[in-house]
Nanobody, 128 residues
Framework: QVQVVESGGGLVQPGGSLRLSCAAS????????MGWFRQAPGKEREFVAA????????YYSDSVKGRFTISRDNARNTVYLQMNSLEPEDTAVYYC?????????????????????WGQGTQVTVSS
């Protein structure tokens, strides 16, 4: 069992930046990949970014490519999401997820069904 805890959300003005953190604990030796998803009010949960733990292969959604950066700290079993040039459309609850089994391509991780464990989410609000 892997426990997942997100932090770092908050209120930011358009054009601003935030960094989200996601710490995994428990059976972390089996972590294979981690990802970020987000869900805005009245919308489906959508993929944001993912990273394979062993190779650091990364995949982004088109909506955040060039603005968001996912990175990892192996020693801390933590993944980060640096969000720059934030827009009101980025307002959502951001969820972190962990996958504990092999996946051939990082692009496959764009699906919620590919992840085993989820955090409770952290709210990000972009507003003036």
């Amino acid at each position: 069992q892997v426990q997942v805890v997100e932090s770092g959300g908050g209120l930011v003005q358009p054009g601003g930046s935030l960094r989200l953190s996601c710490a995994a604990s428990g059976r972390t030796f089996s972590t294979y990949a981690m990802g970020w998803f987000r869900q805005a009010p009245g919308k489906e949960r959508e993929f944001v970014a993912a990273i394979k733990w062993s190779t650091s292969n990364i995949y982004y959604s088109d909506s955040v490519k060039g603005r968001f950066t996912i990175s990892r700290d192996n020693a801390r079993n933590t993944v980060y999401l640096q969000m720059n040039s934030l827009e009101p459309e980025d307002t959502a609850v951001y969820y972190c997820a962990v996958r504990t089994t092999f996946v051939s391509s990082v692009a496959i991780l764009a699906s919620r069904a590919q992840f085993d464990s989820w955090g409770q989410g952290t709210q990000v609000t972009v507003s003036s």
